[in-house]
């Protein structure tokens, strides 16, 4: 068999020990500025003490190919974000279902339809979103459910019981921050911004810029 067959069979050996907190994730650089699509992650990274992991370079060879799959077998799973039907990120996703690796597919319908998704694709879990905001707002419900973002990644309860005590402490104040906040519960602050938010306008209401925000109770 020619080496380059060889080469080619190699892609499937091999079997990268788990990281249960990393997250492989796959977009397309032309689409979005890389500074500002990556910044969502970066602020949910340090919240749910996670990793993600892009694939910087264009697949254009076998070695950069092996590269991502092991990226791909290493994460606990991956997040492809197909808008705009990018080669790169179809061949991705592509190696990850072909792999049996969980994924979640990404999409902003004003960049690409729904219809426009293969029937194939559509019963795999997507993230829809139309903003950088609403974006980060489906990654902290996906991440809340497979990372709860504590140190014990088992303790699956832990953002429930945060947020109860979010909304004791807010109902007990005159209007109280997000740093504040932290330093009570003994958390860190991206946590505590993490938790807060779905609460707003719900239990809690948010006087002020987001910097100097402060909370009070919703009554």
Do not use: C
Not at 24 to 51: C, G, T, W
Not at 69 to 80: L, M, P, T
Not at 118 to 124: N, Q
């Amino acid at each position: 068999m020619p080496d380059s067959q060889h080469s080619f069979l190699n892609i499937s050996l091999p079997d990268p020990t788990k990281q249960r907190r990393q997250i492989f994730v796959a977009y397309s650089y032309r689409l979005y500025p890389s500074k500002d699509y990556r910044r969502v992650y970066e602020n949910l990274e340090k919240a749910f003490n996670v990793k993600f992991i892009f694939a910087d370079e264009k697949i254009s060879n076998l070695h950069i190919l092996q590269k991502i799959v092991n990226y791909v077998r290493e994460s606990k799973f991956g997040i492809y974000d197909i808008s705009g039907w990018n080669p790169n990120v179809t061949l991705e996703l592509g190696l990850a279902l072909g792999m049996n690796e969980r994924a979640f597919i990404a999409i902003d319908p004003g960049k690409t339809t729904i219809e426009e998704v293969p029937s194939d694709l559509r019963g795999v879990d997507r993230i829809q979103y139309n903003s950088y905001s609403s974006l980060e707002e489906q990654l902290e419900r996906l991440l809340s459910q497979e990372m709860p973002p504590i140190r014990d990644p088992e303790a699956e309860s832990y953002l429930p019981k945060l947020q109860e005590k979010i909304i004791e402490l807010v109902e007990g104040s005159n209007g109280i921050n997000v740093s504040s906040l932290a330093k009570i519960l003994g958390t860190n602050i991206d946590i505590v911004k993490v938790a807060i938010r779905p609460l707003v306008g719900v239990s809690v209401l948010m006087k002020g810029n987001r910097r100097g925000a402060k909370y009070y109770p919703n009554r």
